[in-house]
């Protein structure tokens, strides 16, 4: 177990490197400068070529790009300088540089963000598997019965829905027009637990039951599969108990497809849900994420690129350790 874990650090942090100088390079060899939106926001939208120039140079886009790349890479470890314009700021480790639009620093404005997406994650994924795993088993012991068909049927017509309509619409009708929802904010947990959970309340179970759609349809396949093995059988015929045979052997089987994409889903959450923040405002990674790249933050584009490249390899680590607890059959070396 060590040997593995320990391998699959390492072949994590390579992809994480990997993954910041992609995005270092598509932003420094991209048809416009990152430097232009700064110098036409400073400038009042009068950027001659000079100006543009200066601002290249000062930061530091006339310079190679291995160059500029290893001080980004060191001042996460030590204490960075940077400039704009006249302007010195010191950048405290782990600095992941100061944002264009505000000068403020990437980590400070990560710290405060980060929380906002992990408790949406953290909600939507537990609706998924909740609702998503039981209703599948559910209609995997009906299979063929009217039950099964319902099901089936009213979550393709649910997730055949745009998620940003489903959520627009719950946040109208159940928000604004009747506030059948408390305001959807985000306080956090450790200063109000109860105002955390109904600040997010709506946010999750909008989340939770358009995700958990996809998992019924997982879990319901996984599961017919799973009974008709030939174990399962012998467990049936063994007169052991049919709640037994579902829930202690088909169902162990089953969840093993469907720790494979909740794996990748938690980490596409953790970097970010764009539609989600955008529309219920909440200031969360991904709209902070999706606004920097409009305006070309590089800092910031670089923040976030590496929060999902490390959600991904961090989420496939756990996957295969559950693997092992879920189906004897999967050795770790």
Wanted: aromatic share 12%.
């Amino acid at each position: 177990m060590f040997s593995f874990l320990v391998k699959r650090v390492l072949a994590g942090s390579l992809i994480v490197v990997m993954v910041s100088i992609l995005v270092y390079a598509l932003f420094w060899y991209g048809p416009k400068s990152p430097a232009l939106e700064l110098c036409r926001r400073d400038t009042n939208n009068r950027c001659t070529d000079a100006k543009l120039v200066d601002y290249e140079q000062k930061l530091g886009y006339d310079n190679p790009i291995y160059s500029e790349y290893g001080k980004w890479a060191k001042g996460l470890v030590s204490e960075r300088k940077i400039e704009f314009g006249t302007t010195e700021y010191v950048c405290a480790a782990p600095c992941l540089g100061l944002s264009y639009r505000d000068r403020s620093q990437v980590t400070e404005q990560l710290k405060d963000r980060f929380p906002v997406t992990l408790s949406l994650a953290l909600g939507a994924s537990t609706l998924y598997l909740l609702i998503g795993v039981s209703t599948g088993v559910l209609a995997a012991r009906r299979r063929g019965t009217l039950a099964d068909k319902v099901l089936v049927a009213s979550t393709l017509v649910f997730s055949s829905l745009p998620y940003y309509l489903v959520a627009l619409l719950s946040f109208l009708l159940l928000t604004l027009s009747t506030s059948a929802f408390p305001e959807v904010q985000y306080v956090s947990f450790f200063d109000n637990p109860a105002s955390w959970f109904s600040g997010l309340l709506l946010v999750w179970l909008v989340m939770g039951l358009y995700g958990a759609t996809a998992y019924t349809r997982y879990s319901r396949g996984a599961m017919v599969e799973a009974l008709s093995e030939d174990y399962v059988r012998t467990a049936k015929a063994k007169g052991l108990r049919s709640r037994t045979v579902v829930f202690k052997h088909g169902l162990r089987s089953a969840l093993v497809p469907v720790v494979t994409i909740f794996g990748l889903d938690v980490a596409f959450l953790l970097s970010g849900t764009v539609f989600t923040e955008a529309i219920f405002d909440l200031e969360g990674i991904g709209k902070w994420g999706v606004e920097a790249t409009y305006i070309k933050d590089l800092p910031v584009v670089q923040a976030t690129s590496l929060i999902l490249a490390v959600s991904v390899v961090v989420m496939n680590v756990i996957v295969d350790i559950v693997y092992s607890v879920l189906d004897p059959r999967v050795r770790l070396s």
